[in-house]
């Protein structure tokens, strides 16, 4: 009897990724590659997938079953009422209400309960009702990292033998640009000029952003480096007003460029051209920013809280991202002693052969056995 997993693609089918977004795709391209002989893939999402890669194969089946609101909750737990799969793979956050299979969920952060004011008062109440549900409800759980882990066991009393931490791959396509005609021409399509530090990610307040463009005005006083860039790339989050107006405030309009979202196409040539990836977050379940900047070739500064020194090993330059000083002092070693950026790049490249998707689908098909066999 053929054995169907059926994944909430939702996500992964999106055309602008964040960090679940890519999660969500790279993990099932990688566990299509991998289907076990007598399984197969049920993909659920509410639109067509924006993505040329996206799985396509005899065992590998896609239903866009559109809905224009509550599609978790409504549409998809219709379907699975309608024609369950043997098991629900739900990749970011989210089971539906009703779900009549065994489920596995990936909890990726608990950061709403680390920095609260980080988060609207809405989405906070919903993150932390699907999490305890999710410890309550799911047959299984993976966790990004060990820290994430020991968050739901210490925050939820989630039972640790139903949580495995499956850390996150890398986009082995990623590698560092050595044209710098190309580096030229990206830095010229966002208005970049000049040497830059570079921080890629979602504005956000989790992200630590304030403090950075403040320990960057420090880092370049205490220098005496009138010309470096700070570019803070990336989609609109939550209250990125406040990190705007702040820029403002301090006079730097100048220095701190805001770019926009940048384009996957363009994301090597813009890590590559940096002088350092720096990306003192608060607080994350995973990082994967981290890897994509060292499969790059750049330098890292990041913090030494949550995941990070995880993900990071020794291969980056750790701070306290609560201070200012702290941060500071890091940018400022990473702008005056090049052997320093040369060692971190050097020491990058070998933590990122820790990390790959073809890894982490192999751990999750082991799970998702192991998890129908067994129960709750």
Not at 23 to 32: G, P, Q, R, T, V
Not at 159 to 164: A, C, E, G, T, V
Not at 223 to 242: C, M, S
Not at 271 to 288: C, D, T
């Amino acid at each position: 009897m053929t054995r169907i997993i059926g994944i909430d693609a939702s996500r992964a089918a999106r055309s602008q990724r964040t960090g679940t977004e890519t999660y969500s795709l790279e993990l099932i391209k990688a566990m299509a590659r991998q289907i076990p002989a007598g399984w197969r893939l049920r993909l659920y999402t509410p639109h067509p997938p924006q993505h040329s890669d996206w799985p396509n194969a005899a065992d590998v089946e896609t239903r866009i079953i559109p809905w224009p609101r509550l599609w978790t909750h409504l549409r998809l737990a219709l379907e699975l009422r309608q024609q369950p799969p043997t098991l629900l793979f739900v990749p970011a956050h989210v089971l539906p209400v009703y779900c009549p299979v065994p489920a596995l969920v990936t909890v990726h952060d608990l950061g709403y309960l680390h920095y609260p004011d980080s988060h609207r008062p809405f989405d906070r109440r919903y993150l932390h009702w699907t999490t305890r549900r999710h410890c309550r409800v799911a047959r299984h759980i993976l966790a990004d990292s060990q820290a994430t882990k020991q968050d739901l066991v210490e925050h939820y009393q989630a039972d640790p033998d139903r949580i495995s931490v499956v850390y996150l791959g890398r986009d082995e396509s990623l590698a560092p640009v050595t044209d710098r005609a190309i580096i030229t021409a990206v830095k010229q399509k966002y208005g970049i000029h000049g040497d830059y530090l570079l921080y890629l990610g979602t504005l956000q307040p989790r992200k630590n952003l304030i403090r950075l463009i403040e320990a960057f005005q420090a880092a370049c006083q205490s220098t005496q480096n009138r010309t470096l860039k700070l570019v803070i790339a990336g989609k609109k989050g939550w209250l990125f007003d406040e990190i705007f107006n702040r820029t403002k405030e301090l006079n730097l309009a100048g220095q701190v460029v805001f770019p926009g979202y940048v384009d996957e196409a363009d994301k090597a040539g813009l890590l590559s051209g940096a002088m350092a990836y720096v990306f003192p977050s608060l607080y994350e379940g995973f990082g994967l920013p981290v890897l994509e900047a060292m499969a790059c070739g750049a330098p890292v500064l990041t913090s030494h809280n949550s995941s990070l020194p995880e993900v990071a090993g020794e291969a980056a330059l750790l701070v306290d991202p609560h201070r200012v000083d702290a941060i500071a002092a890091g940018l400022e070693q990473l702008i005056t002693d090049a052997s320093r950026r040369q060692e971190l790049a050097r020491k990058g490249y070998q933590q990122i052969r820790n990390f790959s998707w073809a890894q982490s689908a192999a751990q999750v098909w082991q799970i998702i056995q192991k998890t129908i066999n067994s129960k709750k």
